[in-house]
């Protein structure tokens, strides 16, 4: 089974759209494989977000999710599953995402853009490691 990292950000969490996004997964016929509330600190954010660092957003970007509680989730499936959760998702900035998507149906700005997914199979496991240590793959 292929695993990847999704967050509910904050933003999601404060409107109510959790149920929402965890049902598009669903819906997909993706499953979850572990789920916590977490109210997420700036040392874990800065392991989780360690390749932005350095970019201009990444003050902005950890006090938004930094800022109340995220919902952690590690939904699996079939080979594909990694992108199939950013296609559903959508682009980065909701203004620019299609519509059909979380971030095209839901969202209009680029840093409260409701949720995460890991970009690749190799951040997946690594990020998934982060949250959920005791499901991390051996290799
Ligand atoms: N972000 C931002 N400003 C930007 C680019 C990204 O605030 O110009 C935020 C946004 O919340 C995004 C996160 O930083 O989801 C991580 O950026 P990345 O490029 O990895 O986008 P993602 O993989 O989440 O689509
Ligand atoms: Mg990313």
Redesign the pocket.
Known sequence: MERTLVIC?PDAVERGLVGEIIGRFECKGLRILAAEVLHLDLEILGRH?A??VD?P?YD??VA?MSRSPAVLLVVGGPEGTVAMV?SL?G???PGQAAPGTIRGDFGLE????LV??S?GTGSAEREIAVFFPALASAG
């Open positions: 950000k977000y390749e932005h970019r957003f902005d970007l938004f950013r998702m682009a980065t900035d680029v840093t409260e853009n995460h997914g970009d």
